[in-house]
């Protein structure tokens, strides 16, 4: 990555490690460099303010928000779940679809698609003796959509 750009960016500002690996796993334009800068100078800023203190939630909205972070977490934290959503990102597919794509025993792939249809992740089709599956719940789509930007990027 070139030095410049990385100057650029606060090394003591939270989220650093997450820029440099954005800087690294992407093509970045200057456009996107002074997305880094303005985030920068708001926590400059920000942090030298008299009294500043950082938006927060209620405790109850906090641990709810926690709650259900952490559900979608745990589902997305099994490597052939998070494999067969990624592959779910390009759109609906037959169990037959997936079980090509996603390297899997049908008897596994089975057991992971109940677990993401139970917590919601996933919805199904019937077509005569075809089920089709498809992505459901924007919160996974876009965990999904992130993590694909940072470990798969599109040159």
Do not use: W
């Amino acid at each position: 990555m070139p030095e410049a750009r990385l100057r650029a960016v606060n090394l003591h500002h939270p989220i650093y490690p997450a820029i440099k690996k954005i800087f690294e796993h992407t093509n970045l334009e200057v456009a996107n460099l002074k997305i880094a800068n303005t985030i920068n100078k708001d926590y400059s800023e920000a942090k030298n303010m008299p009294n500043h203190k950082p938006k927060s939630l209620a405790l109850s909205d906090l641990q709810q928000h926690a709650q259900a972070a952490t559900a979608l977490l745990k589902v997305l934290a099994n490597e052939n779940r998070l494999m067969i959503l990624c592959t779910l990102m390009g759109g609906e597919m037959s169990v037959g679809e997936l079980n090509t794509a996603v390297p899997l025993s049908q008897s596994a792939l089975s057991q992971h698609l109940a677990s993401l249809r139970e917590a919601g992740l996933v919805s199904t089709r019937k077509e005569a003796q075809t089920v089709y599956y498809r992505l459901q719940g924007d919160e996974a789509i876009r965990v999904i959509a992130v993590l694909q930007s940072i470990y798969c990027p599109q040159d």
